[in-house]
DNA sequence: CAGGTAGTTCGATGATCGTCGTATCATATG
DNA sequence: CATATGATACGACGATCATCGAACTACCTG
């Protein structure tokens, strides 16, 4: 079989896919705890210590495509901020309930 | 570097990572979602129609050992049920979001 | 301009994943 | 017992993944 049967894809399943597989990793979901703690944004290289540097930009690609966080340069390093309404909005319940399995204990 | 780094696993976290990765392929999500809305439970194969036996039994492995299904012989086949309660003790939200973000639209 | 700091890009590598077909097992029924 | 049915086990294949180091780029500062 060749799974070629007429099943709408739904186009919402691609994107949520993606967050659930960003949300998959423990090193990026450790990302985004620290980014949800922190209410000031923070330069990339302050997370995830221990990994190295082409690691952690996979892994923040990973996130911005997945549309969890965002980024921007200022001066010397790259901010990020996770996009926490965006989120929440699309997929209400998500992020509080898999950041929360922590924080709310 | 090699990750070696004192930071607390949290036991739970590898569970999380199970649960996530086993919900972010959408043909499981599909078999979720329709395991959720039949109150009855059904035999695997009446569940994601198109691919192929070996490939549902993979995907029902992955959603046991993640904790989000349960089966049972009975007969001739295997009957299988969402554990939608031990899920929404253990991540409160979670499922509802996930499956929510289709059918509460 | 020289040097340093912060991130990215580019392979490479080993692991895991989704999928398949075939062979096999278990159970029910003729 | 023979057969059909529902499911698993066993490789296998190509794709993707997480990770790395080394080379490169962008920017600030002295």
Do not use: N
Not at 67 to 96: C, H
Request: charged share 30%; net charge neutral.
């Amino acid at each position: 079989m060749i799974a070629e049967h007429p099943d709408a894809p739904d186009p919402d399943d691609v994107d949520l896919s993606a967050v659930l597989h960003a949300l998959s990793d423990p090193q990026r979901r450790r990302i985004v705890a620290e980014l949800a703690a922190s209410a000031e944004p923070r330069p990339c290289g302050s997370f995830a210590p221990g990994i190295s540097k082409s690691t952690r930009t996979h892994h923040f690609r990973v996130l911005r495509e997945a549309g969890l966080v965002e980024q921007w340069k200022e001066g010397t390093s790259k901010m990020s901020r996770l996009r926490r309404d965006d989120v929440d909005a699309r997929y209400p319940g998500l992020l509080d309930s898999v950041l929360g399995s922590k924080a709310v204990a």
